[in-house]
């Protein structure tokens, strides 16, 4: 029997602002995805170690507060070290392009920004892991 | 307004319109506003024959304050435009502050970041990349000395957007002053200090409901006794509508929200009419025009009424609704970003034509980022634009008598109160928010947002419709620069080395006491302040006496 995807989505940080993540929760739920919301305020340690404990295919982080290029690396780092660098890193939030750019090229996923279609974050995880 | 022989024959000519519109060219879709609330096409003397005017318009400036809380309006006085800005260092946030008022602004609004909102301070390991990124960094009065420096605190007002920590801010702004030679009694501003939309939407909170309702009402006591021209808090719906509410929703939780912080002020032994006048609100401006106009009229009579009603007030400034606006970030778009300029200007114009006390304005580029100075500009210069070239600020509540506008005011005030029977069912606020009732809420209109638009229900110019393939943005955008956390860190530990440690204990143990006790926790703050203790340092003893608030999943 094929596998269920199953991703786990995380507000790292401070920042508070869970509209977002909250939404795409629901869109993933009704794509058929298994979702895990680890609410607010969770660290990177917390994060990964939900991430493996889950068994996950991909993490997905809300970021507003521009704390994305400590946060985004912290976890990536904390990925590898575990050796679970095949989880798919991805995210989405208040992001500068620049930033964007830079953080592709350390190895994480697509970051959406405000307005993207919940579709377009769904079908891009699904084509993701399913390629894999 | 009709009599009944006029009104017969009106029925029968909107009947006979209401056959012609049926038969004529109509586009197979819902009409709808923002909330997702189907409008009629049409709103004639009929929708209004039942309303009373004294009892539900009226005169400006009188009960039930529909039309407005002063009786001049902007005839009398412009709205304040009031933008809200912080960011990096407080020496950066201070050249901000002295650019702003440079270009006209007439009143400040501080940002602070997201350690300083959460009680910590800079150097704290969950404050790690966060120093003075969505606002200024404020560890100890030190910092407030800097950010107002040259800004003479007894002709600027000035506004702060705390809540968990507010008593600590607004003791650094009076200490502030106090070095400057201002007395508390003049200070004018406000600290935002609502703590219940925090739960609900924002979810910036420390301690739990009860010790966090305490420091609200000792906020309330204190400057009603010493600070008597400040408004203690700031009852915002701004950030629930932000987090997906309708505008029904929006006007309800608000409103529930203040009747609830009158509520604790009355048990705590204060009189109704030495507090009230001193409460403010914040709304948000969202994008579909006539709602939000027939929202912000509706919450002025909604307060009031209840002020009168059921809480005793008699001092009628107790029952005018003041409020500041915002217009509404979560309308913006990533793509096309030139475009929000233009959203923003038909939210600030509602925000206007609802008679708002004061105003920001939001900067194009926010969805990237904190708004550089060329977008904050052109933000500032709508405000301008709406208020010198329009003509809209000439006539006082231009749009009462529309049939349109009142019915959608009284469509408002009806859901509300639908709302507030419904929280009152449930075990009031507080059992509301600990239950996740308004949070489920939220989230579910939230979704029925996404998915209209995702349905193309709902165009959104540049997202769903009109899109730019392969669109370059090209608009400058603010970075905060890394080193301000590192100078923050260090300035940080030099004033720790540096200040009187033994006076910071002594100050910080009376807080502790005080805490664990039920004194008044301001004025334990304020020697803390003085003796410069750090804000984490204040929110460490209040979080070991009170604990830490934990939300419930609600997905």
Known sequence: MERKIRILLAKPGLDGHDRGIKVIANSFRDAGIETIYAGLRQTPETIVEAAIQEDVDAIGLSILSGAHMTLFPAVLKLLKERGADDILLFGGGIIPEEDIEELNKMGVGRLFTPGTPTSEIVEYVKSKIEKE | MFDSKELKKLEKKQKKWEEKFKNSRLQQRKFITVSMEEVAPLYTPLDSKDRDFDEKIGFPGEYPYTRGVQTSMYRGRTWTMRQFSGMGSARQTNERYHYLLKHGQTGLSVAFDMPTLMGYDSDHVFSKGEVGLCGVAVDSLKDMEIIFDGIPLDKIST??????????????YIAVAEKQGVPQ??????????????????????????????????????CTKHVPKWNTISISGYHIREAGATAAQELAFTLADGFAYVEAAIERGMDVDDFAPRLSFFFNAHLDFFEEIGKYRAARRIWARRMKEKYGAKNPKSMLMRFHTQTAGCSLTAQQPENNIVRTAFEALSGVLGGTQSLHTNSMDETYALPSEQAVKIALRT?????????????????????????????????????????????????????????????????????????????????????????????????????VEIDQCEMLEKLRKERDNDAVKRTLDNLRAVAEGDGNTVEAILECVRAYATEGEMCDVMREVWGEYTEKSII
């Open chain 2, 185 to 222: 009694e003049i200070l004018t501003g406000t600290t935002q200090n609502d703590i219940l939309k925090e739960y609900i939407a924002q979810k910036e909170w420390i301690y739990p409901p009860a010790p966090s309702m305490r420091l609200i009402v000792d906020s309330i006591e204190y």
């Open chain 2, 159 to 172: 506004s702060m957007t705390i809540n968990s920590p507010s008593n600590i801010l607004l003791a650094m």
């Open chain 2, 383 to 483: 405000q301008q634009l709406i208020a010198y070239e329009t003509g809209v600020v000439n006539t006082i509540d231009p749009l009462a008598g529309s049939y349109f506008v009142e019915a959608m005011t009284d469509r408002l005030e009806d859901e509300a109160e639908a709302y507030f029977d419904e929280i009152e069912k449930r075990g009031g606020v507080i059992q509301c928010i600990e239950d996740g009732y308004f949070q489920r809420e939220i989230a579910r209109a939230a979704y029925n947002y996404q998915k209209a638009i995702e349905k193309g229900d709902r165009v959104v110019v540049g997202v769903n419709e009109f899109v730019e393939e392969d669109e370059e943005i090209r608009i400058p955008l603010l970075k905060i620069d890394k080193q």
